[in-house]
């Protein structure tokens, strides 16, 4: 969720049996003063609704957690699908983390324990509702 001038972005991520599929968003942009939405992007969303074969879950959250440095903090595990840097799709444990202050995401593929991307937040919130997602500022 991000706020820019007197407009709300937000990012919508399916979740399809407690796995975070990051390709296949919806954003929408809502106004702050009347709450109107001002606009909608699906186009990721229908590009990416379909049958996939990931890559298997070969090893447990606890194994792959032995390659994340031991220093940080984790705060949180799920999995969750992203994009690798050859625009392929992978599952991964995401792992939730500070370290030094700073909060990240790390991402760890389920089936050769390599990271396969780090991001670094800027704002990090985990809201009191039971059903309600975290929200993350991305740099």
Known sequence: MDKIDNELSITFVSNVDGILYYPKIIKVKVGMDRGDVTAFEGTQYY?????RPLNKLLLTEAEAKKNINPR???????KAVILNDR???VLTYEFLGELLG??????VNTETGK????????????????????????E
């Open 72 to 78: 940080l903090k984790i705060l949180r595990t799920r």
């Open 87 to 89: 625009n392929q799709e």
């Open 102 to 107: 700073e909060k990240y995401l790390i991402y």
């Open 47 to 51: 590009m990416y609704d379909r049958p």
């Open 115 to 138: 990271e396969e991307k780090i991001v670094r937040l800027k704002e990090f919130k985990i809201t009191p509702a039971k059903d309600a997602e975290t929200v993350f500022n991305y």
